[in-house]
């Protein structure tokens, strides 16, 4: 019996769990197949909905969950934290026990690193994990007028287009509320450009400045003071602000780090086409997890479920796997309440984002509610954002 095991109970791990399943039972491969999932959370949170938690355009709840309601019967789950991976004896970890395994698909995301800015955490907010949002969502609906500054702290992070989407929806947001006149939003970015992507940084500067945003590029930020209530950058410069909104700087997970497979900051060395860990045909890495030159998004994440699940497959079947990823990204980018464009890429194809319209905004929003079954539980693969 071959046994995949799955590390890490995200939107990769989730999504590729559904897919082995279901391509397994089709193939009457599921009796000389065991699949285990470690992950040690009881929830899986669709992350996206973040963004929208703050604005009142989500509910809370609506953000997640259990894992129990997304893993189809015969699959294992193992609720440990996992402590250290040898792939040299083909052999993952826990505090409990250790799981061997014959394929391994390690989709331990990325995570926020709050320990390299002193203060970050404490006097900063984000919306890049439910307990930020939420933290978030009360200092939004308590704030009545000042400087805002919302930026990013670090590349890489994960959905590129989010701190820009809530920039520009806060416009909207207090424009609607009759405050527009008592808030300045000031947008801070590490980059030479609105984003990183040049195409998609000349579609939003424009939006940006006419609805009154202020940039300041090429903000590598330091460190802040909140007791004079400013951020300051390695540049030298110096913004002040009432509310900062500040995207952490990300490192792989800790598992990675302490087992010694990803670089400096924790990302896997990853073959670009065949998603396996360099050095290791038994190993695939997808999602966040990667060092590949590709956004940190959910969409990658299921364009190379779809990858691994048919290279694993063909390789139980005794065939030469065939499956290659080529780099592709879809996802829509809410440009204001009421609009939105999309991006589609690979590594080949730069995008050629359409103007904003209603319609992509609309569709973000049903998406919102569809994850749960359409992207988490397979039903339609190859379609998340």
């Known amino acids: 019996m071959k046994r995949i095991v799955i590390l890490g109970g995200g939107t990769g791990g989730i999504i590729t769990l559904n897919r082995l399943h279901q391509k397994l039972r089709h193939d009457s491969g599921e009796k000389n197949t065991e699949i285990i999932l470690i992950e040690p959370s009881e929830r899986h949170y669709y992350q996206p909905g973040f963004l929208f938690v703050p604005l009142g355009l989500m509910e809370p709840w609506e953000t997640y969950r259990p894992v ?42 990325s995570h926020l690193d709050y320990d390299s800015i002193p203060g970050l955490k404490e006097h900063t907010h984000n919306f890049y994990s439910f307990e930020s949002t939420m933290r978030f969502k009360k200092a939004l609906n308590e ?26 929806m806060l416009a909207d947001y207090f424009k609607r509320a009759g405050l527009s006149d008592k808030v300045n939003i000031r947008y801070i970015y590490p980059l030479p450009r609105v984003f990183p992507i040049e195409s998609v940084a000349e579609l939003l500067a424009p939006i940006m400045e006419e609805r009154g945003i202020e940039t300041n590029l090429m903000f590598n ?24 909104i500040i995207i952490p700087p990300h490192k792989g997970a800790q598992v990675i780090i302490d087992s010694g497979l990803g670089d400096r900051s924790g990302w896997i060395p990853t073959d670009r086409h065949t998603l396996n860990m360099k050095g290791y045909d038994d190993v695939y890495v997808i999602g966040d997890a990667t060092d590949l030159p590709v956004s940190k998004a959910g969409s990658v994440a299921d364009f190379q479920a779809e990858v691994v699940t048919s290279r694993i ?44 319209n209603f319609a992509c905004y609309w569709l973000k929003l049903m998406y919102n509610k569809l994850y749960w079954t359409l992207t988490a539980k397979s039903i339609l693969p190859g379609v998340i954002v």
């Open 68 to 109: 129990s309601t997304l893993i189809p019967e015969g699959v294992k789950w193992i609720r440990e934290k996992a402590t250290l991976i040898d792939p040299d004896n083909r052999v993952v970890k826990t505090s409990e026990k250790e799981i061997k395994y014959d394929y391994l698909i390690i989709s331990t995301g």
């Open 143 to 168: 704030f009545k007028g000042g400087d805002i500054v919302i930026g990013v702290a670090g590349v890489p992070y994960k959905c590129p287009p989010a701190p820009i989407e809530m920039t520009l």
């Open 221 to 244: 930020l330091e460190g802040l003071d909140p007791e004079k209530r400013e951020i300051y950058s390695l540049e030298g410069e110096t913004v002040k602000y009432d509310l900062a």
């Open 313 to 356: 497959l063909s390789d139980i079947e005794g065939y030469t796997p065939m499956a290659r990823y080529n780099g592709r990204v879809m996802c829509f980018v809410v440009t204001g309440l009421g609009e939105g464009t999309t991006i589609v890429f690979d590594y080949d194809n730069p995008p050629k984002p359409n103007p904003p």
